[in-house]
Every structure is written in structure tokens, then in C-alpha cells.
């Protein structure tokens, strides 16, 4: 019990990581390179997002006229740790009461319909949608009736009116995220871990290319840093502190594996990997013939790079294949983990008793999941077991 009381803390606070203005702004970019126009006239709605420490309502609400936004939505919810104790937007607002101890806080719907400089200084920024906001009658704040859960029925009906949805949602419930968003037929550019591609309730629809990943601009191939509030930061997650855009101290995290999740259009999409045939990898690089497995009708591809021109069957490749593919080229099949592939590319013996024994024999590690094993193979006659792997075939050869 306290293990999990601890697990569940744990988790609340990773849900507390804070995206980066340049992170946002470079994976937009991405696709307004694709299509000026993906913005325009769209409602978006930024659900799990506090404006008082959103960057992505802070991208938004900047880019307002530049996107052609037709409105912008943000909602904050009322647990957040952190929610309406960060003034940084608002300055000294008197409206925000703060109670004795804990700061007073309730959970709130931004309306974001008209942006310009009104106090004079000839430049636009936050300063002035925050003088807006409070007199201006053609944008709204007001608390939520609720505590601001995206899936409460005031939040749904926010969903509803909107076009695009775009956050980092909590990581503890993207696949309930996903679901809600898919349900309910939304464009959407969020982010989640690379762990997600596998889950069962994500990898069908990446499967049917109804999801996809971003463009995905990485730093540290593949890791991300968020900013953590000071009041939550927990010091072994902090690699950095630094004063960012707005002037603020902010704890800077490194999350590996993190990845934008989207059905938005986007130029990388469209270009094939460049690839080598199966001789001329044999030949240049692997000097050996690719490994079979003996669970699954598939080659093991240990690198993305290695993918064979010409190869007609069912390849295994790591997860990491999603960054690189183009769906005009391949097709996926299936994954190794949760069983989700069909059962015509399972071998019917699957890995042998005596296989598994010559894995863990052999120093083996890996869980060995009965009648749903991870892809194996013996190579050099010893037995292996690759990491996940993602079926797939080429379209055209
Ligand atoms: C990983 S943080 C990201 C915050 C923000 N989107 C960003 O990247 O700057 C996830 C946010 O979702 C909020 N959250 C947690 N559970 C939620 C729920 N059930 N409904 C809506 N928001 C939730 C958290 O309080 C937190 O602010």
C-alpha cells in the first residue's frame, strides 16, 4: 500500500513537467512549414494547461494573429499542485485571492478571441492580453464549475467546440487522453512517451495510420527537458537552473523517450527512407544474413538504418522506426509487444521450452511472457530476444 501511495505521488509529480517555449515553437513550425494554413481559423484548445505557467498558452496567445487563430481555449486543473500560485501572467492580481497556507485555488476557462497591443507600447505580449483580459469583453476568464479534469463534462463540452487540441497531457493518463480524443474526432498535437506506441489502446490507430509522430524536433536524440516548478522540483530529477523567457527561475528535468503524438499533416511524412539492399548490407555492413526469428514469421532489423531495400517479408524493427516512417513506403503489421499482430505472422511452435532456457542460460534478462513472447531467434547459437519490435513490409518493391 505504501509503495503504491508512492508510486501515485511519484507519478503526479511527472505529471507536473512543463513544456518549453522553443520546443513548441520548433515543432510548429514543422508543420506550418507543410501548411501555412493548418492554424487558420481554428479553435484550439489547450486542455491541460495552466495559463499562469502554460507555455503553450503563451505560444498561442503570441502567435494569435500570426496562426489566424479564430480562438484560442485553455483549461487548468484545480489539483495541480502549482495551479494560480504562479502570478508570473497576472503580476500582483488582487482578484487571485491567496487563503492563509495554502493559496486559494480553483480551476480555470481562458476564451482567447482578440489579441493586440492595447496598452500603446508597440509591441504585443503578455502584459497586454492580461490588460485584455480583464477589460476586454471579447475574451474570457472565469473559474470552471469543476476541477478542470478533461474528461468532466464542462471540459468534453469545450472539446466539442474545438478544432485542434494541442498539450502535453499527464503521463499517467495518456491513454485515456488518446482515446477521448480520438472518440470525439479531434486534430491534435500532443506529447507522450515513447513506451505509448505499444500500449493497446495507441498502437492500432498508429497501425491505421489514424496517429502518427510529429515532426518531432529532438535535442539529445529523443530526450526532452522540461521545466519543473521550484516548489515541486525534486532535486535528483534537476540538470539545470535557469532563467527562461519570461524572466523566471525555472528547473530544468530530462525526460528520455518523450515524442509528439499527432493526426496533423507534416513534410517528414512524405519523404521515404533512403535504404540499401539486403546484399549490400550483408555485403557492407552486418557481413553475416539477417537473423529469422522463431516465433514470428519476420527478420530481426536491429537498426533503422539496416531496413533491406528489397525485401519482400514481414521485418522487425525497433520502435524508434516511427520517427523515420513515411506510410507511403511501408506498412505496419504489427508489434511483438501485447501480442498485437496478427496470427497468420506467428510461428505456430512459438519459442521452444528449450529456447528459453538457452536465453536465460546464456544471460538473458528480459521478461519471457508465455504464449506472448518478445520476438526471439537464435544467432551464433545462442538465443536472443529483441527489445519491442514493430512488424512491418514494404508497400512497393
Ligand atoms: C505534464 S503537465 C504539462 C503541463 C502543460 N501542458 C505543459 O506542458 O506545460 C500535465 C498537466 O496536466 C494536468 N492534469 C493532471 N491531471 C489532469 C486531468 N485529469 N485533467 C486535466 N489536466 C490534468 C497537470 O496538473 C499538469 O498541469
Not at 56 to 81: A, D, E
Not at 121 to 136: I, P, T, Y
Not at 197 to 216: A, D, H, M, Q
Not at 329 to 355: A, M, P, W, Y
Request: glycine share 6%; charged share 25%.
Amino acid at each position: 500500500m505504501a509503495n503504491s501511495n508512492l508510486t501515485n505521488a511519484k507519478r503526479a509529480k511527472n505529471d507536473e513537467f512543463y513544456t518549453q517555449y522553443s520546443d513548441i515553437q520548433k515543432e510548429i513550425e514543422a508543420y506550418l512549414e507543410y501548411n501555412p494554413d493548418v492554424f487558420r481559423d481554428k479553435v484550439v484548445y489547450c486542455n491541460c494547461d495552466d495559463p499562469f505557467e502554460s507555455n503553450f498558452f503563451r505560444y498561442f496567445v503570441l502567435n494569435f494573429n500570426k496562426l489566424g487563430l479564430k480562438q484560442l481555449i485553455t483549461t487548468s486543473y484545480k489539483p495541480s499542485p502549482i495551479a494560480n500560485t504562479q502570478l508570473g501572467l497576472f503580476g500582483d492580481d488582487k482578484t487571485l485571492t491567496k487563503s492563509k497556507g495554502r493559496p486559494k485555488v480553483t480551476a480555470n476557462k481562458f476564451i482567447i478571441n482578440e489579441v493586440h497591443d492595447i496598452d500603446g507600447d508597440g509591441e504585443f505580449n503578455l502584459k497586454d492580453v492580461a490588460k485584455q483580459l480583464r477589460a476586454n469583453k471579447h475574451n474570457e476568464w472565469t473559474p470552471l464549475e469543476k476541477d478542470g479534469d478533461f474528461r468532466s463534462q464542462e471540459c468534453v463540452k469545450l472539446l466539442e467546440q474545438s478544432d485542434i487540441v494541442v498539450t502535453n497531457p499527464p503521463f499517467s493518463l495518456f491513454r485515456e487522453y488518446v482515446k477521448q480524443l480520438v472518440e470525439y474526432n479531434k486534430q491534435f498535437l500532443i506529447i507522450g512517451n515513447l513506451n505509448a506506441i505499444t500500449y493497446k489502446e495507441v498502437f492500432p490507430l498508429l497501425k491505421e495510420n489514424k496517429v502518427w509522430l510529429g515532426n518531432n524536433y529532438k535535442v539529445n536524440g529523443g530526450a526532452m527537458f522540461y521545466e519543473i516548478p521550484e516548489g515541486i522540483a525534486n532535486l535528483d530529477q534537476v540538470r539545470e537552473i535557469k532563467i527562461n523567457e519570461t524572466g523566471k527561475k525555472v528547473f530544468i528535468t530530462r525526460v528520455q523517450g518523450v515524442r509528439w503524438f499527432t493526426n496533423l499533416d507534416h513534410g517528414r511524412l512524405h519523404q521515404p527512407l533512403p535504404l540499401m539492399t539486403e546484399l549490400e548490407i550483408i555485403k557492407f555492413v552486418t557481413k553475416k544474413p539477417f537473423d529469422k526469428y522463431d516465433n514470428y514469421d519476420a527478420i530481426e532489423v536491429s537498426l533503422v538504418k539496416n531496413i533491406p531495400s528489397n525485401y519482400k517479408g514481414m521485418m522487425g524493427v525497433p520502435v524508434s522506426f516511427l520517427d523515420k516512417y513515411s506510410p507511403g513506403q511501408f506498412e505496419i503489421l504489427g508489434t511483438s509487444d501485447n501480442g498485437l499482430v496478427d496470427d497468420k505472422f506467428k510461428k505456430t511452435l512459438g519459442l521452444t521450452k528449450k529456447f528459453v532456457e538457452d536465453y536465460y542460460k546464456a544471460g538473458g534478462t528480459g521478461a519471457y511472457k508465455e504464449g506472448n513472447p518478445t520476438a526471439g531467434y537464435y544467432e551464433n547459437n545462442v538465443a536472443k530476444m529483441a527489445y519491442k519490435r514493430i512488424f512491418i513490409k514494404h508497400k512497393i518493391i
